[in-house]
């Protein structure tokens, strides 16, 4: 399969893709331990967030078992504001897109809430790269669901054979393209075992610049 010249429009996952979403998570997380003096119930950050992932880091399921009700959903309010204006990127990003933008028609289609996303994508000055921004909160429908990538596609005015699906979730990127008939590239950043001749993988954002 020539790679380099089979396709025409590349489809980006935004979080943990592009977006660190795991960096960024971490220090929002924090501006909101010291901004509600969680400290005062856990006196090392590090126990604070080690509490959190006994609960699969659901934060309002959380906050709900040791905080009154308003409370805990003005700090998740809060908490996802903060969030959204976190800036970290992925390395190598912007020297990827860069790259990439010069030969395809790129877009991002991501699930979440559109003003948290659209506010992740114009801080950290991504949208100079892409044509369209997908969301499922927009759309109404959210990935792995067959319905979005045909949404999305048809939207694009693209062909699925001259279309490349790229992200980090096995289940919501890789699986969900496949499902309507897409190629994908997966991101695997933890090398997870996964065995599958039909899907390209990749470690490193930067890679797709040796592929593409």
């Not at 790679?3 to 590349?10: C, G």
């Not at 992200?167 to 695997?188: P, R, V």
Request: glycine share 2%; hydrophobic share 35%; with cysteine.
């Amino acid at each position: 399969m020539n790679v380099k010249t089979k396709y025409e429009h590349l489809f980006f996952d935004l979080d943990n893709t592009i977006w660190d979403f795991t960096a960024n998570y971490n220090e929002a997380l924090k501006d909101i331990y010291i901004k509600y003096n969680l400290k005062s119930l856990y006196s090392i950050f590090d126990s604070f967030k080690h509490k959190l992932k006994q609960y699969n880091y659901s934060l309002s399921f959380f906050l709900d078992t040791i905080l009154p009700k308003k409370l805990s959903t003005q700090i998740i309010n809060d908490f996802e504001e903060i969030l959204s204006k976190k800036i970290a990127l992925i390395h190598g990003t912007e020297k990827t897109l860069s790259y990439l933008q010069q030969k395809y028609t790129l877009h991002i289609i991501t699930n979440g809430t559109a003003p948290h996303q659209k506010q992740k994508i114009e801080n950290t000055n991504l949208n100079k790269y892409f044509k369209t921004i997908y969301i499922s909160d927009e759309i109404g429908v959210k990935k792995p669901q067959k319905a979005f990538f045909e949404y999305v596609i048809k939207s694009s005015n693209a062909k699925k054979n001259k279309s490349l699906i790229i992200g980090d979730s096995w289940n919501s990127d890789i699986l969900g393209a496949k499902s309507f008939g897409l190629e994908a590239i997966y991101i695997n950043k933890k090398n997870k075992a996964i065995k599958s001749d039909a899907i390209i993988q990749i470690s490193d954002i930067t890679q797709l610049c040796l592929i593409l």
